[in-house]
């Protein structure tokens, strides 16, 4: 079965960095689009960076110039490199792969920005 392992999350102090990365198992991780969403308490969950089986990248405006997304076919892991945080960067944060109509979501982890 697909499973997805994501780790990296954290305390961190405002204007430090964070690494979430998501190993995933169980499907053909190389035709998939991958993404990196987040969500906090109330609000529904958002796009924070993706990229498709074509290497092509798009970030949300707050990821852009601070976050970066990067895809391991080989390894079938994605990461999420997140420099610049701020404290409205907190919330959880949740891995996403989408090939054609079948998608599934990692469990979540959640990141924390505070001094």
């Known amino acids: 079965q697909v499973q997805f392992v994501e780790s990296g999350g954290g305390l961190v102090q405002p204007g430090g960095s964070l690494r979430l990365s998501c190993a995933t198992s169980g499907l053909l991780f190389k035709l998939y689009k991958i993404a990196w969403y987040r969500q906090t308490p109330g609000n529904g969950r958002e796009m924070v960076a993706s990229?498709?089986?074509?290497?092509?990248?798009d970030y949300a405006d707050f990821a852009k110039g601070r976050f970066t997304i990067t895809r391991n076919n080989a390894d079938s892991t994605v990461v999420l490199r997140m420099n610049k945080l701020t404290p409205e960067d907190t919330a959880v944060y949740y891995c996403?792969?989408?090939?054609?109509?079948?998608?599934?979501w990692g469990q979540g982890i959640q990141v924390n920005v505070s001094s």
């Open positions: 996403h792969e989408k090939f054609d109509t079948t998608e599934y």
């Open positions: 990229q498709n089986p074509v290497n092509y990248k």
